[in-house]
């Protein structure tokens, strides 16, 4: 599966979108994009997953860059239950294991 | 609630001890996954079954072992117990019917484990 480099840490107002970078560049064609968050020692949450193009349910909406080679994660309006770790995951079998990276530290303030 | 159930939710043992952590499906899914939360290593994968079968292995111990019953659930074993296994450890389903896509993995709340 393809590495991925994210943020360590971000910082977003309640309220406002949330876009958490994500840098993939060596991902092959069949490779997904999987986003999970995790919420202080809970157990990581589904956020979203994409293959080529931009996708958006109840949560947030994924953009993936043409050439594939990095996306973003938007959270259209932060709340304070937003505040968690997310771990941006190339994923080449669908069945398989997660691969999870250090993510990103979001801090949603008031 | 993301329908995976562990327990215990906590444990606290000595070192040498052995201790069996347990996990029940979403209901329907095939598969589990166990993964191991330590401050210096994250979350890793140690092994997967499906319908009761080993499917993969990652980063797991000789003194870990695993297995995943007829009616889906399964139960990971950590023996000999060292100080360096205290780590959060979660359990994940995923390939049931209901599971929209199917392979979407759903993690349970976990079982916080302390070795003294």
């Known amino acids: 599966d393809a590495k991925t480099t994210q943020p360590p840490s971000m910082d977003c107002a309640e309220g406002r979108a949330a876009n958490l970078p994500c840098n993939h560049s060596?991902?092959?064609?069949?490779?997904?994009v999987y986003w999970y968050r995790q919420i202080h020692s809970q157990g990581p949450q589904y956020i979203i997953h994409?293959?080529?193009n931009n996708e958006t349910n109840e949560m947030a909406s994924l953009i993936i860059t043409e050439d594939r080679k990095s996306s973003t994660l938007i959270l259209p309006h932060a709340t304070l239950r937003d505040t968690a770790v997310y771990y941006c995951i190339v994923r080449s079998d669908s069945w398989g294991k997660l691969q999870f990276g250090a993510g990103t530290q979001v801090v949603v303030t008031p | 609630d993301s329908g995976v159930t562990q327990t215990p939710k906590h444990l606290i043992t000595a070192t040498g001890q052995r201790v069996t952590l347990r996990c029940s499906p979403r209901s329907g899914d095939l598969s589990v996954y166990w993964y191991q939360q330590s401050l210096d290593q994250g979350l890793q994968f140690l092994i997967q079954?499906?319908?009761?079968?080993?499917?993969a292995k990652g980063n797991i111990l000789e003194r870990f072992s695993a297995q995943q019953f007829p009616d889906l659930h399964s139960e990971l074993n950590l023996s000999s117990l060292e100080l360096g296994d205290s780590a959060l450890y979660f359990c994940a389903s995923s390939g049931g019917g209901t599971s929209r896509p199917r392979e979407t993995q759903y993690f349970g709340p976990g079982t916080r484990l302390l070795v003294l």
């Open positions: 079954y499906y319908n009761g079968e080993e499917r």
């Open positions: 060596t991902i092959s064609g069949n490779e997904y």
């Open positions: 994409g293959l080529k």
